[in-house]
């Protein structure tokens, strides 16, 4: 029912146009068909240029869309390289500490062996002073005390242990005698005992 009214519309349309055209003039009919044809023409001309426009808008927002994909890469890239270089930065400020503090801690020895040598040479100094004047006369004494007494010590003995031996005018005698049983007036009197009073 609703495609019958549909058609008696288009009949009823077309009829109008029909008698529309009949009544016209040609000119006016040629007229208002170059107008058209002018409006038809400028339309097409605009869709061309809109067209263009378009397509030009299109390839800039696509080379700008690139250009930021592009600087959006390459600014990952330099917060990565920022990033590298801060921790290497942290690396070297934490080694350059722990190689201060050898440094620190290696000038303190060589401080302390600095003192130590000096320590060492004094002692060197002293010992070269002792060598050269007390030795010589601990000698001196040892060999008076033999030619006195006729005794020769052991010295490698543990400390309350006297050994020695005695070389009497006839026989040797061994000596061998523990202090911490003896009192020091009695270990003094048997060395005495072999000494000789005949002059």
């Known amino acids: 029912m609703a ?3 549909k058609f008696q ?4 349309m077309g009829d109008i146009l029909v008698s529309f055209i009949n009544s016209s003039q040609p000119v006016k009919l040629i007229q208002v068909k ?6 038809f023409d400028k339309h097409m001309e605009t869709k061309r240029l809109v067209t263009q426009i378009l397509k030009e808008v299109s390839q800039v927002e696509e080379a700008a869309g690139q250009r930021l994909m592009d600087l959006e890469q390459e600014k990952n890239r330099r917060e990565e390289e920022l990033q590298t270089l801060e921790d290497q930065l942290r690396k070297s400020s ?3 500490q722990m190689t201060d503090s050898e440094l620190q801690f290696l000038q303190r020895e060589l401080e302390s062996l600095r003192v130590d040598e000096h320590g060492l040479d004094v002692l060197r100094s002293e010992v070269d002073e002792d060598t050269t ?5 601990a000698v001196f004494v040892s060999q008076v005390y033999y030619l006195i007494t ?3 010590w052991e010295y490698e003995t543990p400390p309350n242990v006297l050994k020695g031996v005695h ?4 026989l040797a005698t061994p000596i061998n005698m523990d202090k911490s049983s003896l009192s020091p007036c009695d270990v003094s009197d ?4 072999f000494v000789s009073t005949e002059w």
């Open 3 to 5: 495609q019958s009214h």
């Open 9 to 12: 519309d288009l009949e009823e």
């Open 34 to 39: 170059e107008a058209h044809q002018a409006l």
């Open 94 to 96: 934490a080694k350059s």
């Open 133 to 137: 004047e007390i030795i010589p006369s």
């Open 150 to 152: 006729k005794i020769k």
């Open 167 to 170: 070389y009497g005018p006839d």
């Open 190 to 193: 048997q060395l005495w005992s």
